[in-house]
């Protein structure tokens, strides 16, 4: 029942920020992977330094690592929608 913007930036700019040690299932984890501060890649936080994305258009989602040298140095932040 939760209605999210369609896009990665617009979904940034809504919602409630979360501090990394603060999140929970759920919450959106979103990265600049296009270069710059601006949000163009979103995943769904499992725990435990885990989320879930897509990460290319055809792929299938799989899990990965917040701490993984790729999305480490391009993470920027995290929201809840609850």
Same mark, same amino acid.
């Given at each position: 029942g939760l209605e999210l913007p369609r896009t990665s930036a617009d979904q940034w700019r809504s919602g409630r920020p979360v501090d990394r040690d603060e999140m929970s /299932?759920?919450?959106l984890v979103f990265f600049a992977? /296009?270069?710059? /501060?601006?949000?163009?890649h979103v995943g769904?936080?499992?725990?435990?330094?885990l989320f879930l994305h897509a990460p290319g258009r055809g792929s299938t989602i799989q899990a990965a690592s917040l701490s993984s040298d790729y999305f480490k140095a391009r993470?920027?932040?995290a929201r809840s929608y609850l």
């Open positions: /299932r759920g919450d992977t /296009r270069g710059g /501060r601006n949000a163009s769904i936080y499992l725990g435990e330094d993470y920027i932040g």
